[in-house]
């Protein structure tokens, strides 16, 4: 169908398109100048002191774990309930993922759960703010302090997304964590093709971040480049190649320019969609707790008791409409089975959020007369569907 609704659309135009050919005419095209001014503006943006950029929040979330010493026979507490790039970048580091349940009202960490699954061999907390939503992230610092744990944040989905602390709201990312991960995949809000960016307060850990991500080459190719000695660089230790890309940078640049209008547009489609399926018999919502402010980078709905899943978004998709299911679980994924079933049993909201809640269409170029379509399609296949399950 040619004017089927995506579930997400990346906002690129002419200024990308500049920023990216101004690069390339430059003759400098990865980790340079444009990584660099990217870094600080996104600094800036989200009130961070450091910044490093990298090809994308997996390999982000890798540096973070490894920056805060996860190693092999650690456990890392986190939710089951993600992308499964999250207990990925656990495993990379050879700890173990311990999965903990979701809120009873949302889609992100259950904290009151955190506690009695911290033994000896825990070793960090790693939250995600899920699909955009911040996690109660202060709570989650009040027992991780207790018990002298780092916490890193997913902030994958969480660009712009802003959270109360002492009485002040602070976007996802002035750290309050160790290290917070963010993603410029298109399916976020913010795109460079691919990239990630890792923010902390932390110069020691920002220094290893940049270290590591060019091969623990002791000296970057910029400094290299431009001194007029010979330079010779070293290894002091196992790095990687996790480069962004000057061309991704100077995309994500204008990107970050676009944040202000960005945000309330995806916030005032959010609202509106709130406003007008709240009336649907049986649906959830996404709910919004007092301490958080989303950027909305997905909109997650629960379908009413009864309603089969796949039926309504192919009944949706047959209409023109594109949906996602809920978030996935690692848990139910092949590298992650748990042949005795305890994990699963104590994972029984994540099971349900995955299984009853879809996405909808959602990004902040969408058009009234779209926003219309979604509401109307969504509001006659769930009473159609509805219908049928009474009858
Ligand atoms: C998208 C996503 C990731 C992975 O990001 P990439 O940039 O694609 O590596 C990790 N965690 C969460 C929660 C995500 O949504």
């Known amino acids: 169908?040619?004017?089927?609704?995506?579930?997400?659309?990346?906002?690129?135009?002419?200024?990308?398109?500049?920023?990216?050919?101004?690069?390339?005419?430059?003759?400098?095209?990865?980790?340079?100048?444009?990584?660099?001014?990217?870094?600080a503006e996104f600094a800036a943006y989200v009130g961070a002191k450091y910044a490093c950029a990298v090809?994308?929040?997996?390999?982000?979330?890798?540096?973070?774990?490894?920056g805060v010493g996860c190693a092999s026979g650690h456990d890392v507490i986190t939710v089951s309930h993600s992308f499964i790039a999250t207990a990925n970048a656990i495993l990379y580091c050879g700890a173990n993922p311990i999965f903990i349940d979701i809120e009873a009202n949302g889609f992100n960490m259950d904290v009151s759960a955190i506690e009695a699954a911290i033994t000896r061999?825990?070793?960090?907390?790693?939250?995600?703010?899920?699909?955009?939503?911040p996690c109660d992230i202060n709570a989650i610092i009040e027992v991780a302090e207790r018990h002298g744990l780092p916490v890193i944040?997913?902030?994958?989905?969480?660009?712009?997304?802003e959270f109360k602390h002492e009485g002040r709201w602070q976007r996802i990312g002035s750290p309050r964590g160790a290290v917070a991960c963010f993603s410029f995949h298109p399916r976020k809000v913010a795109t460079t093709g691919d990239g990630g960016m890792l923010i902390t307060n932390d110069p020691e850990l920002d220094r290893r971040f940049r270290l590591w991500r060019q091969h623990g080459m002791s000296v970057s190719d910029t400094v290299r480049h431009?001194?007029?000695?010979?330079?010779?660089?070293?290894?002091?230790?196992?790095?990687?190649?996790?480069?962004?890309?000057?061309?991704?940078?100077?995309?994500?640049?204008?990107?970050?320019?676009?944040?202000?209008?960005?945000?309330?547009?995806?916030?005032?489609?959010?609202?509106?969609?709130?406003?007008?399926?709240?009336?649907?018999?049986g649906i959830g919502l996404?709910?919004?707790?007092?301490?958080?402010?989303?950027?909305?980078?997905?909109?997650?709905?629960?379908?009413?008791?009864?309603c089969e899943q796949r039926e309504v978004m192919q009944k949706l998709l047959d209409r023109g409409i594109s949906t996602r299911r809920g978030i996935m679980n690692a848990h139910l994924e092949k590298p992650y089975l748990d042949p005795d079933q305890?994990?699963?049993?104590?994972?029984?909201?994540?099971?349900?959020?995955?299984?009853?809640?879809i996405m909808l269409p959602i990004f902040a170029?969408?058009?009234?007369?779209?926003?219309?379509?979604?509401?109307?399609?969504?509001?006659?296949?769930?009473?159609?569907?509805?219908?049928?399950v009474v009858a």
């Open 286 to 306: 996404p709910v919004e707790p007092a301490y958080a402010r989303s950027n909305w980078q997905s909109y997650c709905i629960r379908l009413p008791l009864g």
């Open 1 to 39: 169908m040619n004017d089927q609704i995506p579930i997400a659309k990346p906002m690129l135009g002419e200024p990308e398109i500049a920023a990216t050919r101004r690069v390339i005419e430059s003759g400098w095209v990865t980790q340079g100048p444009e990584v660099a001014a990217f870094e």
């Open 121 to 133: 061999d825990t070793h960090a907390i790693l939250c995600v703010h899920q699909m955009g939503m």
């Open 55 to 66: 090809s994308n929040c997996t390999t982000a979330l890798h540096l973070a774990l490894l």
């Open 226 to 281: 431009g001194s007029r000695q010979v330079v010779h660089e070293s290894y002091s230790e196992i790095g990687f190649n996790y480069r962004m890309t000057d061309i991704q940078a100077a995309l994500g640049r204008e990107q970050v320019r676009r944040m202000p209008d960005m945000i309330p547009a995806r916030r005032r489609i959010a609202r509106l969609y709130s406003e007008r399926l709240g009336a649907i018999k």
């Open 153 to 161: 944040e997913d902030a994958a989905c969480a660009f712009g997304s």
């Open 342 to 357: 305890s994990i699963a049993s104590s994972l029984v909201r994540s099971e349900k959020a995955q299984a009853e809640c």
């Open 365 to 388: 170029q969408m058009t009234d007369a779209e926003f219309e379509r979604v509401v109307l399609e969504v509001t006659n296949v769930l009473e159609s569907v509805e219908a049928a």
